[in-house]
Structures are given as C-alpha cells and as structure tokens.
C-alpha cells in the first residue's frame, strides 16, 4: 500500500491549488481516504474526508466552502481543489487511507488511518 501526496508549492493569498493523492496497492474505492494538514507548532487536523464508495464527504469548518475533495477511481487517485486560498492554509498537507474498508462514517479520524503519504507542502504568502 502506498499513498503519495503532490502538487504542493506557493501561492498567492485568493489564489488556487489542486493537490493530488495518488493510491496504489489496494482499491481506493473501498476506503475513506483523508486529507490532513500540519502548520509549524500545530497538531496535525483532518480537514477533509471522502468515504469509500465516494458517497459522503466532510470538510472542517476552517475550510468548508473553498476546498472540495474528489476521487478518481479509474485513476487511482483523491483529490482537494483549493480555493480562496489565506495564509492559514500555509501548512504540510498529507493524505492517508483508513485502516479498514467499508466504514460507514464520513470522517477520517487519524488514529483509524494506518497508511499516510509523505506530506506536500503549501505555501500562501504574498
């Protein structure tokens, strides 16, 4: 199982970036799949979450309305457009896949994730 998060780099506060999480080794379908981020001397947050078959979705209220999550079976891969981008979004950002299939919440809380890409860092600064 490997998760690998790209598409990181710096941006201007307002502007966009896509981030893409890209899955091997087990079907994406059959799990939640989270994208979490850490800024310097902060603990790591969920902030968004796609559930297994792609049903549901959850964003934390610091990002609900700018970020949207996807996932693309047939490519393997989950993505988070970012919109309206702010300086607070500055963080490491990772995604990780749940630790068993099926679950039937929207959410993707970090202790049931048990595989995690390497981080992508962002940067919004003007």
């Known amino acids: 199982v490997q998760l690998q998060a790209s598409g990181g780099g710096s941006v201007q506060p307002g502007g966009s970036m896509r981030l893409s999480c890209a899955a091997s080794?087990?079907?994406?379908?059959?799990?939640?799949i989270g994208w979490f981020r850490q800024a310097p001397g902060k603990e790591r947050e969920e902030i968004s979450c796609i559930s297994n078959r792609g049903r549901n979705t959850y964003y934390a209220h610091s990002v609900k309305d700018r970020f949207t999550i996807s996932r693309d079976n047939a490519k393997n891969t989950v993505y988070l457009q970012m919109n309206g981008l702010k300086p607070e979004d500055t963080a490491v950002y990772y995604c990780?896949?749940?630790?068993?299939?099926?679950?039937?919440?929207?959410?993707?809380?970090?202790?049931?994730?048990?595989?995690w890409g390497k981080g992508t860092l962002v940067t919004v600064s003007s």
């Open positions: 990780a896949r749940a630790s068993r299939a099926f679950v039937s919440s929207n959410r993707c809380p970090p202790g049931d994730m048990n595989y």
């Open positions: 080794g087990f079907t994406l379908d059959y799990y939640n």
